[in-house]
């Protein structure tokens, strides 16, 4: 009698099949979200366009040559049909009216004639709905844009209606969005992904960017029916054809949590030839098969030669660790240490000096303490060809070998114009990863504090930290720069005394139209400022910097979303953030060489 009780038979119908079309995780999830939604749902339930601004935008009138966008829904096995209805709902409710959905079917395939029945599309919805193979979305001529959605995710309702607006303001090649991932009833928001400008490095070393992509129709060319329908192979296809790049900053595409359709040799394969395309490097190997991590081989030029730039006075107890650690880890005959005395009357520091002298250079500067004027004389005082500089604070320390050679193999890639190495406290947490612009003031040191466990190995650190990216600027505490960057922007402005020199330089460099990199593979401990404190003793150079460069403060980091917090140097959500009526846009154009040729900001 229990038995019977407990049986299947006996679970009310609604709720069983509830448990087998979502899973129990998922049902369970979804009562736990109605009783205590996450933050990042609440977030999401903030920021979403509202019901009167989604009528508002049904009723603007649209340009006659408004963009005609092509929303694919390729028609593969799925595990229930009401999934790839809730998608073909998704994408016919949207508030765009100039779009096309396209059933792609495969060739041969008969059975999705009775697709309007098989996913009730009643009404005038087959009407919408284009049952084509890849053969015939080649042959259409009356599409001007293309966006790909998997037949168990959904659109958003503004999707169409932000990408049209963007494409009228930027006219790119390629736009893609931030992402909602949800548990398997698209309902509860296990993350929210707010991406940033397209950074090429950060996209060889982990290519995350899935979904929304939207491309314009002419590269369709360039794949096959595969790459389109497979999310980092279509984005290595798009890639390798040299487009402008556009980020939306919209959550437009909500996609269900499952495992990846690509395996990691067929991710690894896409990368490869994106990695050669753009003289990253010829080959990649492996750095985490599990978060499909990824590191170009890049070969070190044979003629290298680096210049070690130490300033110091006295505090032998922070610049002796410091040159010991580098004669341990710097690799011999390319790299030479230059100490600069700045006026160390010490004893024991003088003396310690003069022993140096007999093994590296050491260059006495005097006056007063200017830290740009006391580089600049440094570069000049040098008597031998150095192909780049490292600039490097004394309290630092180079706890293994092989790091130079990690910001080397960086250096020398095409249009690169400084690389920053990951700084560490003693802990160990994160003390630089990369500066962003109106961080808790004119700009910070994004995931300081973070920490990192015992392991290190950067492919087990948390999120972005793991990866090759570009930036905005790196701290000069350990930062390298070619010679002909170094002497095509001048050096530093020895207006910036003490604060901001390196981001000032960083922006200039970024101004030439190099791109700066902040890599994982060189970590050293970093003992803060000891000797000069923060920002807060300098006020005026906090003003002029202020003033030289409000307008880029202003519009916003390109490689920090504008969706997250300006007070925490955590990337988290910023509760005050609304949407948009103008689209919040970064677009970048990839050059044949790697080099990122031209950049804007959309209204």
Known sequence: MLGRTLSVASIPRRIYRMVRREGFRSIVERVAAKLNPGRSQRWLARFLPTDPEILRQQAKQWPSRSPRIGIVIP????????????????????????????????????????????????????????????????????????IVVHPEDNLETHAAFVLARAIAAQSPDVLYSDEILTSGSLRVVRRLTARSAFS?????????????????FGLLAGMNEADLTRPVARMAALLVQNPRLTHVADFLYRRRARASAETHASVRDRVAAVSRHFGLGDTVRTASESRNLFAPDRALPADYRVAVIVPTRNGLNLVRPCVESLERTLPARRAEIVLIDHQSDDPACTAWLALMASRHTVVPYTGAFNFAAIMNFAVRSLSGP??????????????????????????????????????????????????????QGPCGHVHRLTPIGDTADP????????????????????CLIPADVWAAVGGMNEGYRVVYNDIDLCL????????????????????????RGTTAKYPGEVAAFIDAYGDLLEAGDEFYSPYLSRVDTDPVLDPSVRWSWVPRCRTVQVAAAGAIAGRSRAA
């Open 200 to 216: 090429l490095e950060r996209w060889v070393s982990s290519p995350e960017i899935e979904n929304l992509v939207c491309f314009r």
């Open 459 to 478: 492919a087990e650190w948390p999120g972005e930290l793991a990866v090759v990216r570009e930036c905005t600027a790196v701290t000069a505490a350990c």
């Open 508 to 531: 200039r460099i970024r101004a030439a139209g190099y791109r700066i990199l902040q890599t994982p593979h060189a970590v050293l401990y970093h003992y803060e400022s000891r000797t």
């Open 386 to 439: 150095y192909t780049h500089y490292l600039l490097l604070n004394n309290d630092t320390e180079a706890p293994h070998p092989g790091w130079l050679e990690a910001m080397v193999r960086l250096a020398v890639s095409p249009g690169v114009g400084a690389v920053g190495a990951t700084l560490l406290y003693p802990g160990p947490t994160i003390q630089h990863a990369g500066v962003v612009l109106d961080l």
């Open 75 to 146: 028609l593969v096995a799925s595990r229930d049909d009401r999934r790839l209805h809730s998608a073909f709902w998704s994408v016919l409710r949207q508030s765009y009216p100039h779009f096309e959905i396209v059933a792609l079917k495969p060739e041969g395939d008969s059975s999705w004639g009775d697709l309007a029945a098989r996913c009730k599309l009643f009404g005038d919805w087959p009407q919408r709905v284009r049952l084509q193979t890849w053969a015939q979305l080649r042959a259409s001529d009356d599409l001007d844009y293309l």
